[in-house]
T-cell receptor, first 113, second 115 residues
Framework: AQSVTQPDIHITVSEGASLELRCNYS??????LFWYVQSPGQGLQLLLK??????LVQGIKGFEAEFKRSQSSFNLRKPSVHWSDAAEYFC???????????FGAGTRLTVKP | DAGVIQSPRHEVTEMGQEVTLRCKPI?????LFWYRQTMMRGLELLIY????????DSGMPEDRFSAKMPNASFSTLKIQPSEPRDSAVYFC?????????????FGDGTRLSIL
């Protein structure tokens, strides 16, 4: 079965700085990869997804992620963070039978003014 | 378009009571998921349905938990009897169809507190 690891539990960046959130997956074939964001008191919202093709995918809110098969990674990036980006970010991997999707433990992002 | 709708948003009840959480998926979506989120265990898949049929309930923690989907627009997650360790945020999500490549759309969750 597939699994996903988010090595960073909590990250703090200054507003306007660049951001990279790490995600590593384990799966024997080409995975389906997702990034979700969760604001306080809300459900998870899809930021972007990767299935195949161009390994650099663009998402909503200015986020992008790059699939690197050799490193089993799917890191999320944003060139300039806004205070409203403070939230929890989840990486997820799908690829088993049916609807088998696994979520990482999440990375909490704090944005300093 | 309306998203996934969950009710109630908050529920506080005493242990031993029956709790029923409700979910209305996005119209036209054929797959529905129930998750539980806690600080200790993160986001856990409890059960999912496809075309109203339960496909995988291996994540349901105990027999005290049960879920139903009587039609395409409604699902319930019931806990009877409830215990303090059931306190968590419960999310419902839906996707257009079955498949590991299908993005899931989440409701805003029900925050459950069992006293």
């Amino acid at each position: 079965a597939q699994s996903v690891t988010q090595p960073d539990i909590h990250i703090t960046v200054s507003e306007g700085a660049s951001l990279e959130l790490r995600c590593n997956y384990s799966y024997g074939a080409t995975p389906y990869l997702f990034w979700y964001v969760q604001s306080p008191g809300q459900g998870l919202q899809l930021l972007l997804k990767y299935f195949s093709g161009d390994t650099l995918v663009q998402g909503i809110k200015g986020f992008e992620a790059e699939f690197k098969r050799s490193q089993s990674s799917f890191n999320l990036r944003k060139p300039s963070v806004h205070w409203s980006d403070a939230a929890e970010y989840f990486c997820a991997v799908g690829g088993g039978g049916n609807n088998d999707m696994r979520f990482g433990a999440g990375t909490r992002l704090t944005v300093k003014p | 378009d309306a998203g996934v709708i969950q009710s109630p948003r908050h529920e506080v009840t005493e242990m031993g009571q029956e709790v029923t959480l409700r979910c209305k998926p996005i119209s036209g979506h054929n797959s529905l998921f129930w998750y539980r989120q806690t600080m200790m265990r993160g986001l856990e898949l409890l059960i999912y349905f496809n075309n109203n049929v339960p496909i995988d309930d291996s994540g349901m923690p105990e027999d005290r938990f049960s879920a139903k989907m009587p039609n395409a627009s409604f699902s319930t997650l019931k806990i009877q009897p409830s215990e303090p360790r059931d306190s968590a945020v419960y999310f419902c999500a839906s996707s257009f169809r079955q498949g590991a490549n299908q993005p899931q759309h989440f409701g805003d969750g029900t925050r459950l507190s069992i006293l």
